[in-house]
């Protein structure tokens, strides 16, 4: 098993990466229960692209997500997103970075059931006491539009479908103008139809507004909407694809080489 790097890698182009990291490990528990999550990990995410993770269970996903977003800390190794060093950080300047600079959509939507949808959307700017930038008005009504949300902001969420609820949540990640959005399995509460509305719109937000998305999924059907796709297999990175086939992908996560 080798990994393949990207060609066009962020760093290659001589472009920062969204998210990189270096050397990156997790164990879980000691001596003989001892779990080896991930295996020094190196990876470059290149911005404005979305990059859905894929593998078996157990294989790190989840785990190099956390790590990725500031929510749990490696055992070994780096993580900067746009060139911050995030594992440098102590906790309370990592809640602020997670903050300000990360956004997040989870496979339960999380909205606030008594709020609207635009009173979910600017539900960051609320709690943070943060001011709108200059911008960021025209910003936050761009993202309403590029998800289809303009005639459901009165709404709440028990008045929306699941991919509207979801779409919502999207929203509220992208509103902040996060560097990099983390996606955890976002189509994993809905139906087939519902998902594929959710990733278009997900995609769509990518290419007209070049956000950075990382998604975790175990569909092939999802990860078809990405970009670029990172296969990871017992700790380690199998493959990193760029706009890969399908069968490329089923290759990498049956276990070939690209
Ligand atoms: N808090 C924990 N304590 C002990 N072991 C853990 C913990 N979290 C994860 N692990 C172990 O680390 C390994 C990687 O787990 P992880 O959840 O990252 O995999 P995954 O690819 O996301 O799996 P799935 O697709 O099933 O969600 C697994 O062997 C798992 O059992």
Redesign the pocket.
């Known amino acids: 098993m080798t990994s393949t790097s990207l060609p066009g890698a962020a760093t290659e182009r001589g472009v920062m990466p969204a998210a990189s990291v270096r050397g990156l490990s997790?164990t879980?528990?000691h001596g003989d229960?001892t779990?080896?999550?991930?295996r020094s990990v190196d990876l470059d995410l290149a911005p404005g692209r979305f990059t859905a993770i894929m593998?078996?269970?157990?294989?790190?996903?989840?785990?190099?997500?956390?790590c990725l977003a500031g929510l749990d800390r490696p055992t070994e190794g780096t993580v900067s997103i746009a060139g911050t060093d995030i594992t440098a950080l102590d906790d309370d300047r990592l809640t602020h970075f997670r903050r300000d600079h990360l956004g997040f959509v989870f496979q339960a939507f999380n909205l606030l059931p008594m709020l609207t949808a635009r009173q979910n959307i600017m539900l960051p700017f609320e709690l943070a006491g943060r001011r709108l930038e200059p911008g960021a008005t025209e910003r936050i009504e761009q993202v309403i539009d590029v998800l289809g949300l303009r005639d459901r902001l009165d709404h709440r969420p028990g008045e929306l479908s699941g991919g509207q609820q979801q779409r919502v949540a999207i929203a509220r990640a992208l509103a902040a103008d996060a560097d990099v959005v983390f996606a955890d399995?976002p189509t994993g509460n809905l139906d087939s139809t519902a998902s594929s509305e959710v990733l278009s719109y997900l995609r769509r937000s990518v290419i007209e507004m070049g956000h950075t998305v990382v998604m975790?999924t175990?569909e092939l059907d999802a990860a078809a909407y990405a970009d670029d796709v990172v296969v990871?297999a017992d700790?380690r990175v199998r493959a990193h694809l760029e706009t890969p086939s399908r069968d490329e992908i089923v290759h990498a996560l049956e276990g070939g080489d690209r």
Do not use: C, R
């Open positions: 997790k879980y528990g229960t779990v080896h999550a991930l593998g078996p269970s157990g294989s790190g996903k989840s785990t190099l997500m956390h399995e975790v175990h990871l700790g």
